[in-house]
């Protein structure tokens, strides 16, 4: 299978918008939620924003919602997460991740593939 592979990272003031996009084409159809964590230095790896295969139902965390948006692009096969009005506690390691299920709290013990991940860096 070709693997997850996350672009679009980057460095942005506070209040700011990024877009990050996932190329999915061996996972969009194959597995049941696709969507994104997230890491930063010293805490662990959190749930993000996950959509179900069609894109019928998104999830997002708490912190994240109203500010980011979780959408599949069927033409690009990709998965991507819009951003904005950023916040420094946004700053982190975003992963794509192909999941076996997904909710309003998504582990990654659910997690069936991992990208290799993207830098996102907001300053104030």
């Known amino acids: 299978q070709v693997p997850l592979m996350e672009s679009g990272g980057g460095s942005v003031q506070a209040g700011g918008s990024l877009r990050l996009s996932c190329a999915a084409s061996s996972y969009m159809y194959s597995s049941v939620c696709m969507g994104w964590f997230r890491q930063a230095p010293g805490k662990e790896r959190e749930d993000v924003a996950f959509?179900?295969?069609?894109?019928?139902?998104?999830y997002y965390a708490r912190s994240v919602m109203g500010r980011f948006a979780v959408s599949q692009d069927d033409a690009k096969n990709t998965i991507d997460l819009q951003m904005n009005g950023l916040r420094t506690d946004d700053s982190a390691m975003y992963y794509c991740?192909?999941?076996?299920?997904?909710?309003?709290?998504?582990?990654?013990?659910?997690?069936?593939?991992w990208g290799q991940g993207t830098q996102v860096t907001v300053s104030s």
């Open positions: 959509i179900t295969n069609g894109g019928m139902t998104t």
């Open positions: 991740a192909a999941t076996r299920w997904c909710g309003q709290t998504t582990s990654t013990t659910a997690v069936q593939s």
